[in-house]
């Protein structure tokens, strides 16, 4: 298995953008996170959905951002209109099962996102 | 977890001799603990976890301590090798599926 797949890799955009990110989790994972990573204030979770699914939105920052699942093999993370303070790593992990039940979680790449 | 800040601690160890990572938690109520490495440019990787029914856990090489009456969580990397250098960070399993994780620690091992 190809692991968890992110889309792009890097992105570099203005203030006032708009910013999508993807993620393709592994195939038969059934849920799926998108995680921030930023010095100031390390990895967060932003929200993650099971069985295509949001449960848990909490962690999302503001309106500006939003996730969707179309389905069991794509998600996106969008801003907009994105701003400097939300240059950070975005990861996306899936796992098979829920956390903590012997099922660990697997993290993409990441994408190293810069709004200038 | 930790609470999160600009510097990270850093551990420096010589290569082969033992490595020990320390990290507090801070919901007593949590019940599930794991210990990640991330490498620089890629996403945290899965090392080793822990339930709060065990003091102690073994894998290769890396062995987890939990200590719940002083909330406290320790790595244990044995005859640390350069591939060891990475960030690690713990992570507690609050509720649901939400991880919070630790500010993480610098391990550099020296040739």
């Known amino acids: 298995d190809a692991g968890v797949i992110q889309s792009p890799r890097h992105e570099v955009t203005e203030m006032g953008q708009e910013v999508t990110l993807r993620c393709k989790p592994i195939?038969?994972?059934?849920?799926l996170f998108w995680y921030r990573q930023t010095m100031m204030r390390g990895l967060e979770l932003l929200i993650y959905?099971?069985?295509?699914?949001?449960?848990?939105d909490s962690g999302m920052p503001e309106d500006r951002f939003s996730a969707k699942m179309p389905n069991a093999s794509f998600s996106t993370l969008k801003i907009q209109p994105s701003e400097p303070r939300d240059s950070a790593v975005y990861f996306c992990?899936?796992?098979?099962?829920?956390?903590?039940?012997?099922?660990?979680?697997?993290f993409g790449p990441g994408t190293r996102l810069l709004v200038l | 977890g930790e609470s999160v800040g600009l510097h990270l601690p850093t551990l420096s160890v010589q290569e082969g001799d033992n490595s020990i990572i320390n990290c507090a938690y801070s919901?007593?109520?949590?019940?599930?603990f794991i210990w990640y490495k991330q490498e620089s440019g890629k996403g945290p990787q899965f090392i080793i976890d822990?339930?709060?029914?065990?003091d102690k856990r073994q894998g290769q090489r890396v062995t987890v301590l939990l200590n719940k009456t002083v909330k406290h969580l320790s790595l244990q990397i044995a005859a640390t090798q350069p591939g060891d250098s990475a960030v690690y960070f713990c992570?507690?399993?609050?509720?649901?599926?939400?991880?919070?994780f630790g500010a993480g620690t610098i391990l550099r091992v020296k040739s």
């Open positions: 992990a899936s796992s098979f099962a829920r956390l903590g039940s012997g099922e660990t979680q697997y």
């Open positions: 195939s038969g994972h059934d849920y």
């Open positions: 959905f099971n069985n295509n699914v949001p449960i848990d």
């Open positions: 919901n007593s109520a949590s019940d599930y």
């Open positions: 822990i339930r709060s029914n065990m």
């Open positions: 992570a507690e399993l609050e509720y649901g599926n939400k991880l919070v």
